[in-house]
């Protein structure tokens, strides 16, 4: 009984915050290299552009261009991908930059911040970076 009660608390805590997910802003980035060599910095805006989002981020003065998608629950055993939505806690990302393409995939945390994880084509390897809503 007792952890019924606990799991109920948590989840009516996390429904505010579901509730106020929408990813659209500006972020400082924080990522590992796909080689393992450190980690790198950036910016990355986020716009919602009709049911797609534009997400466009700029490391080290190299602009990196995406479209994605969103995902959101629309209850407590049903999670939604689909069109762009101010309630979406998910983005799905393919991206390009100068001669490369890859994709990438976001999740809002509880406190606030995005973490992923992405990858490059022809990798192996998956790697992971962090925004920080500023």
Do not use: C
Request: zero cysteines; glycine letters at 12%; a neutral charge.
């Amino acid at each position: 009984m007792l952890i019924r009660i606990l799991t109920s608390a948590a989840l009516f805590a996390l429904i505010p915050q579901l509730a106020a997910a929408d990813p659209t802003g500006t972020y400082d980035v924080v990522g590992k290299n796909a080689d393992g060599n450190g980690e790198y910095r950036g910016t990355v805006v986020v716009r919602r552009t009709g049911e797609t989002y534009s997400v466009v981020w700029d490391i080290s003065g190299t602009k990196f261009i995406g479209t994605g998608l969103g995902a959101k629950f629309v209850n407590q055993n049903r999670f939604e991908m689909g069109a762009a939505s101010r309630d979406d806690i998910a983005l799905s990302v393919g991206y390009v930059a100068q001669n490369s393409f890859g994709m990438a995939m976001y999740f809002e945390q509880p406190d606030g911040h995005w973490e992923g994880v992405w990858t490059y084509g022809g990798s192996t390897k998956a790697t992971s970076e962090n925004w920080y809503r500023r």
